[in-house]
């Protein structure tokens, strides 16, 4: 059960667009369409922000999309905003019947 | 509206016991699975745990496998935990989420419930 792995920090200014990775093997990300994406400020649960891969739940800005290319999947955020500043997360159900997350991505928004 | 609340956390001695419960609301309970996903101080998430809706099947993650039991009452609208032999990397806030019908991501969440392994 290893962790899927996102690199520790992206940043972006205002405006911009940012991708966050997410690398995973043929058991879990390549294996099913059940990537999702996670979203967690300092102190606070975390908030689904992406499932199935590329859906956005109600309430979720279109501004977040999500895709996945044979073991990798992707989270990318458009119109870069302050309030996107945030630790990000994605999670992938497994052969084993069991879930495992990436160690997190810290996005800065400079 | 859906809530799950923690509760049971605390400051326990390596070796010892301790139970969570996790309190939901809003939904059809028993209609859907559970899990337990831990954060660590200043670390990533970690899935826990997970049992279906009629309890009918479990999974654990390894690191928790053999010292951690997950369980749920329908009638109450309970999950629990169960955690034995802790050790001072158990130290963690945990979640009680679950998954919508039919879809393997978490859509809700607890505010989750700090417990402390230290002697």
């Known amino acids: 059960q290893s962790a899927l792995t996102q690199p520790a920090s992206v940043s972006g200014s205002p405006g911009q667009s940012i991708t966050i990775s997410c690398i995973g093997t043929s058991i879990d990300i390549g294996g099913y369409n059940y990537v999702s994406w996670y979203q967690q400020y300092p102190g606070k649960a975390p908030k689904l922000m992406i499932y199935d891969v590329t859906n956005r739940p109600s309430g979720v800005s279109n501004r977040f999309s999500g895709s996945k290319s044979g073991n990798t999947a992707s989270l990318t955020i458009s119109g870069l905003q302050a309030e996107d500043e945030a630790d990000y997360y994605c999670?992938?159900?497994?052969?084993?019947?069991?879930?495992?997350f990436g160690g997190g991505t810290r996005l800065t928004v400079l | 509206q859906v809530q799950l609340v923690e509760s049971g956390g605390g400051v326990v001695q390596p070796g010892r016991s301790l139970r969570l419960s996790c309190a939901a609301s809003g939904f059809i309970f028993k209609s859907l699975s559970l899990h337990w996903v831990r954060q660590a101080p200043g670390k990533g998430l970690e899935w826990v745990a997970f049992?279906?809706?009629?309890?009918?099947?479990?999974n654990y993650a390894d690191s928790v496998k053999g010292r951690f039991t997950i369980s749920r009452d329908n009638s109450k609208n309970m999950v629990y935990l169960e955690m034995n032999s802790l050790r001072i990397d158990d130290t963690a806030v945990y979640y009680c989420?679950?998954?919508?019908?039919?879809?393997?991501?978490?859509?809700?969440w607890g505010q989750g419930t700090l417990v402390t392994v230290s002697s």
């Open positions: 049992m279906t809706d009629n309890g009918g099947e479990k």
């Open positions: 989420t679950r998954n919508p019908k039919f879809h393997h991501n978490f859509d809700y």
């Open positions: 999670c992938s159900y497994t052969s084993s019947r069991t879930w495992v």
